[in-house]
């Protein structure tokens, strides 16, 4: 698939402003806490663990009558359950899979996990331990309960239930049972059970985060879009080193121009974004049309805003991506991303309309800094089938591109996109894109994000 990629011949003039940085350690940080939560780490020391607190290799993780949330460097989200012991016995990732590492043990209680980067790329580079049974992925979300025996139950993908009896492959929905170390795996119909917390009856606000059930549900706006996974709280919340992309209508119905800011200064309310500035730009929500984001990226469109420093006047329709970028796609060298699209803002044109549904994919070959890109997107009736190649930059995570055929755009047709990968290992992709035709009624211009859902090396 992936072997017939040519680079795309672009230039992309914004790549140099956006330089590779390094990956940061240690494993994980704490999402949230509830209860005293404590960590044990390799040479006996132990010390309570509170949002904002980072884990490493040879810590055991206790969550007393607690619950935690951590959020691994690769992507993946670990929920513990109360009475759960669960040591990182060795984790290393750097986004190449022949090095990185995801090997755990769960010594009591219970967890679920959406598993990240770490054993897409090679399965054996992740292992989570019992003492009864080891469990294996391929690429998923799963929940564990373990006392004397375990249950496992598998919410998407598939993991591999291995122990002395043999191992049992346990699929998007199914349940299996491991009675002790030598008896062998089974399915069985009921699911694994890992009751929600009580209210809380303390005064103070709990956090949705702290609801288990919600770990990888979402929340879907009126855009389309994911709005935040509702299992781990907080999100994107206002501080620096922001990309923020957007582009606008101006105050006259046309196609007014682009936002290109790096390492800007981004300000949240609640999901939405209603302030970004870097140097002398400093753009401005007037009025917020919609917002969503998922805790990696935000995305969103302005239906009005104004740049203090622009000279630019009102600015119409403002589809914005928001997110921190990927600081280590230099590690996926030699690898293929597959991306869904995940969210999108309605499309607008130049001349008033508001479009309607929006689905996509994309693929991104790492090694030859290329990508496709397959679009639909609905206006007036009309769905515009979009397709299209690109370019990555090379030591950054900037992307853009030009759609090179669409269906029912009649003669006379152009179109582009750009954006920036999010999130460990390229999670996201956040795109802008427009174009215009003899059909469009104007130029069509929209947001889209795409969520990374395998990554592999490309077939010989």
């Known amino acids: 698939m992936a072997k017939s990629f040519r680079p795309a011949r672009i230039a992309l003039a914004v790549a140099s402003a956006f330089p590779l940085c390094a990956l940061a350690n240690p494993a994980a940080r704490v999402e949230f806490t509830a209860g005293e939560v404590r960590a ?28 935690a949330q951590m959020r691994f460097t690769d992507g993946a989200l670990v929920s513990l359950q109360p009475q759960t012991q669960f040591r990182i016995d060795q984790y290393a990732f750097a986004g190449k ?5 995801g090997f755990f043990s769960l010594i009591k209680g219970g967890l679920r996990t ?69 008896t062998p795996p089974v399915i069985i119909e009921v699911k694994t059970d890992l009751p929600p917390p009580p209210p809380s009856n303390s005064g103070q606000l709990t956090p949705p985060a702290i609801d288990d059930t919600f770990l990888v549900s979402e929340n879907r706006g009126e855009g389309g879009g994911l709005d935040v996974l509702n299992g781990f709280a907080g999100g994107l919340t206002t501080g620096d080193g922001f990309y923020v992309f957007g582009q606008y209508t101006d105050q006259y119905g046309g196609y007014g121009g682009q936002v290109l800011l790096s390492a800007a200064s981004a300000e949240f309310s609640g999901s939405t974004l209603v302030r970004a500035t870097q140097g002398g730009s400093d753009y401005t929500a007037v ?24 000279n630019t006047g009102s600015l119409t329709d403002v589809h914005y991506i928001v997110g921190r970028p990927s600081t280590d796609l230099a590690g996926l060298t030699g690898m293929v991303g597959n991306y869904s699209l995940s969210g999108h803002t309605l499309p607008t044109t130049s001349s008033g309309i508001t479009g309607g549904a929006v689905t996509g994919m994309m693929i991104v070959d790492f090694s030859s800094y290329s990508m496709l890109v397959n679009m639909n997107v609905n206006v007036s009736t ?54 215009n035709s003899d059909t469009a009624k104007g130029t069509v211009s929209g947001a889209a994000v795409f969520t990374q859902t395998s990554l592999s090396q490309p077939s010989l």
């Open 382 to 435: 009309i769905t515009f089938g979009l397709q299209g190649g690109g370019s990555v930059s090379a030591g950054g995570a900037v992307f853009g591109g030009a759609f090179n055929s669409c269906n029912n755009c009649g003669a006379n047709w152009s179109g582009d996109f750009s954006g920036f990968f999010a999130g460990p290992g390229g999670a996201r992709a956040g795109m802008l894109y427009n174009f």
């Open 287 to 310: 009025s917020v049309a919609e917002s969503h984001q998922d805790g990696i990226i935000g995305w969103g469109r302005w239906a009005s805003a104004q740049c203090l420093v622009c």
């Open 97 to 101: 899979p022949a090095e990185d590492r």
């Open 40 to 67: 044990t780490a390799s040479d006996g020391s132990s010390r309570v663990l509170a949002r904002g607190a980072q884990v490493g290799s040879g810590d055991t993780i206790d969550t007393g009558s607690g619950r």
């Open 114 to 182: 959406i598993t990240g980067l770490v054993g897409k790329g090679n399965r054996d580079a992740y292992k989570l331990t019992t003492s009864v049974a080891t469990i294996g992925i391929r690429g998923t979300e799963y929940s564990v309960a373990y006392g004397n025996s375990i249950n496992v139950t598998t919410g998407d993908g598939a993991v591999d239930v291995c122990n002395g009896g043999g191992c049992l492959t346990v699929t998007d929905g199914q349940s299996a049972y491991v009675a002790d170390q030598n």
